[in-house]
């Protein structure tokens, strides 16, 4: 059975870091792509940040550039997002998504707000 987990949100405050984490299971990790998603209320979901299967190539949202980093750990099937210099409008469920061997999976999502 295929599971994404993300874990990590929270209630935080503009210019503090959080990490999400994403652990995944019922599939070979090291073969997909991932990446996280955000969706804000009333807005649609968004590529936030992506991440080769080995981790050699990333890409990042130009709103989200300098300061969220994406990795994995591929021996841990765990990807990360770190996410630093928060702002209010970074506020968002955070969706963990994997992408490879003509499958895709998402995860149930984990609430990110920055707020003070």
């Known amino acids: 059975q295929v599971q994404l987990v993300e874990s990590g949100g929270g209630l935080v405050q503009p210019g503090r870091s959080l990490r999400l984490s994403c652990a995944a299971s019922?599939?070979?990790?090291?073969?997909?792509?991932m990446s996280w998603y955000r969706q804000a209320a009333g807005k649609e979901r968004e590529l936030v940040a992506a991440i080769g299967n080995m981790g050699g190539i990333r890409n990042y949202a130009d709103s989200v550039k300098g300061r969220f980093t994406i990795s994995r750990d591929n021996a841990k099937n765990t990807v990360y997002l770190q996410m630093n210099s928060l702002k209010p409008e970074d506020t968002a469920v955070y969706y963990c998504?994997?992408?490879?061997?003509?499958?895709?999976?998402w995860g149930q999502g984990t609430q990110v707000t920055v707020s003070s």
């Open positions: 019922g599939f070979t990790f090291s073969s997909y792509a």
């Open positions: 998504n994997a992408v490879g061997q003509g499958a895709k999976y």
